[in-house]
């Protein structure tokens, strides 16, 4: 669990990302590791106690424009802090499951909102999808390989292929299902690199540690010049990629929960979304 609140604990500084760049496997922080940062949430570690704080666990893919309209949403509330929480949407679903002090979750897809509300750890009533996304393959700015479509990514030339690891990063699950669509993921599940969340993907890419690597149009955004976008997958070829979010049943802070989710829909907090290349929300879909 990563805290963005201007520093971290000790805990939280020293259980970072070391993976093994292995096509088809993934590694995974050992159990102390999150058992430690949650208490270190809990009690507060590293940071003082605040009267009002709004703990927001958010989809990574998020960071840029959450971190926007957190900073708006302070300034209107004198002395209420936001604190945000990334992550891919598997593994935040996770942590509220096992008991996380959460407000508010803003997951990158659907499923995972699902599962948490089938479990009653949702408020009723509470979800709203408030932006929407799309799928590209990219690859380093400096790639000389002429990839156009996910077909070419069988070429040869093509070594490794990053996407998030689909049982926890919604990201990945898109990408998955889309290259089942096409008939392309049995022939490059051996080229795979699975990463912990869409950025680390990024990261990958960025670094040219990997030919290639599937990410959110907004990810490549962030890193324009280190990344460029080699194409997109067709979007009838995977589910749309929608963020709902909703106030977990715990919530201490549910009063301003609904704020914030309701500034995040509100045209200030759209035209944050829109600038930053997301998509709103369809009409009528909550």
């Known amino acids: 669990m990563v805290l963005r609140t201007g520093r971290q604990s000790k805990g939280s500084r020293h259980c970072g990302i ?11 922080r050992a159990p102390w590791c999150a058992l430690l940062i949650s208490l270190g949430l809990i009690m507060g570690i590293g940071s003082p106690a605040r009267a009002q704080e709004l703990l927001v666990s958010a989809a990574i893919s998020l960071k840029e424009a959450v971190e926007e309209v957190g900073a708006q949403f302070q300034q209107a509330r004198p002395g209420v802090i936001v604190r945000f ?15 996380a002090p959460v407000d508010l979750f803003l997951s990158a897809g659907e499923r995972q909102v699902d599962e948490l509300e089938k479990q009653g750890l949702l408020r009723s009533g509470s979800r709203r999808v ?20 996910p077909a070419d990514l069988l070429r040869p030339l093509v070594q490794r292929v990053a996407i998030g690891n689909p049982k ?119």
């Open 18 to 28: 070391n993976p093994m760049l292995e096509p088809g496997r993934h590694r995974h």
């Open 130 to 149: 408030f932006a929407r996304n799309v799928l590209t393959l990219i690859v380093p700015g400096d790639s000389r390989l002429d990839l156009r479509a």
């Open 168 to 286: 926890t990063v919604p990201a990945g699950q898109y990408a998955e299902e889309s290259l089942r669509s096409l008939g392309l993921w049995d022939a490059l599940s051996p080229k795979l690199i699975f990463a912990e969340n869409v950025r680390q993907v990024l990261d990958y890419v960025a670094r040219g540690e990997v030919d290639a690597g599937f990410v959110y149009t907004t990810d490549a955004a962030v890193r324009a010049g280190q990344v460029k976008e080699a194409g997109r997958p067709p979007q009838e070829s995977y589910t749309p990629v929608t963020y709902p979010g909703a106030i977990v049943a715990s919530s201490r802070q549910p009063t301003l929960a609904q704020a914030f989710v309701g500034l995040l829909l509100s045209p200030a907090g759209q035209q944050v979304f829109t600038r930053r290349g997301f998509q709103r929300p369809l009409e009528g879909v909550r």
């Open 85 to 99: 929480n990334f992550g891919a949407s598997g593994a935040l679903q996770k942590q509220i499951e096992a008991g």
